[in-house]
């Protein structure tokens, strides 16, 4: 009778155990699933509180040996801290062909010879951020390598590691 009992407790701990752990796969793979959002440029998000706005200056082409510069600028409108993550967070723009470009975040890890070349307040500039503060604006530089053009590039994505999120900015028709 002991025996009995002590299978039955064990089987259905196993059962249990199971059945957490197919429920624990199903939701982590649920949650990896990243929510998608599109933004025209120069416009906020509900969703996010966050408003967005790309520019390309071609006069800045030659501020970063081997680089043009996109910027993107962020401002927060919501009532909570938006974290960023330089080791997770991915950027990238689709050009005006439709191919998808990655952008550079941090020239100090990926390209060591050119950081050590730019100016100390430079350096500050382009370094990505960490978080935007409840209402503060933040400018995003992301690199590409001089053989990208950025004329007319469609949108610029993000994938944000902390909101589990693509955000998609679609670029503006140009008024010239």
């Known amino acids: 009778m002991k025996r009995t009992r002590l299978h ?13 752990a197919t429920t624990g796969e199903r939701s982590k793979s649920a949650a990896k699933k990243p929510q998608e959002i599109v933004v025209p440029a120069g416009t906020q998000s509900p969703a996010l509180g966050l408003a967005f706005d790309v520019s390309y200056d071609p006069a800045t082409n030659h501020i970063i040996p081997g680089y043009h510069i996109l910027t993107v600028g962020i401002t927060n409108s919501s009532i909570r801290v938006v974290q960023l993550n330089p080791l997770e967070d991915r950027w990238g723009l689709v050009d005006r062909r ?33 978080y935007i503060g409840l ?10 390598p001089n053989n990208i053009v950025l004329d007319d590039f469609r949108e610029v994505h993000f994938f944000s590691a902390n909101l589990n999120a693509i955000i998609r900015i679609y670029a503006r028709e140009s008024t010239e």
């Open 135 to 144: 209402g503060e604006t933040h400018a995003i530089d992301l690199l590409f």
């Open 8 to 20: 039955g407790i064990l089987f259905l701990s196993i059962v249990s155990l199971a059945g957490c």
């Open 98 to 130: 439709g191919s998808k470009r990655s952008a550079l975040l941090n020239l100090r890890h990926k390209d060591p010879d050119v950081w050590t070349t730019l100016p100390p307040r430079l350096k500050q500039l382009i370094e990505y951020p960490l």
